[in-house]
């Protein structure tokens, strides 16, 4: 069983719980490296995977941060290239923009 808690200074909190079950179905519908086969944290670091699973799970529902926000959705994305503020680099998983770049390269290329 994995989870995660967070409590507030006025006295709120939330938790969120999940059973190895549970994340394991969560592994193979979100990530695409579980679902191929591939190596990847999720076969060498399994702990570490889930808790950051249940982490994120109860930190949607938390109040926080545009900074700590910012850094929870770039988690969610895949990047070709590494630059200090990464919320400036184009998310490779954005097929629209992916779409629009192969289409500029196209039109360079005739």
């Known amino acids: 069983m994995y989870y995660a ?28 490296a579980v679902q191929k086969g591939w190596a990847s944290p999720w076969k060498t670091n399994y702990d570490a995977m889930a808790k950051k699973t249940v982490l994120k ?5 938390a109040p926080k941060s545009i900074e700590l926000q910012k850094v929870v959705e770039a988690d969610e994305t895949i990047k070709t290239e590494v ?15 992916v779409e629009e770049e192969s289409v500029q390269e196209e039109l360079i290329v005739e």
């Open 5 to 32: 808690v967070y409590h507030l200074k006025n006295g709120g909190y939330d938790f969120v719980y999940r059973t190895r079950e549970r994340i394991e179905k969560h592994a193979h519908k979100f990530s695409q």
């Open 57 to 61: 799970e109860v930190l949607k529902y």
């Open 83 to 97: 630059s200090e503020d990464m919320s400036d680099v184009i998310d490779v998983t954005d097929y629209s923009v």
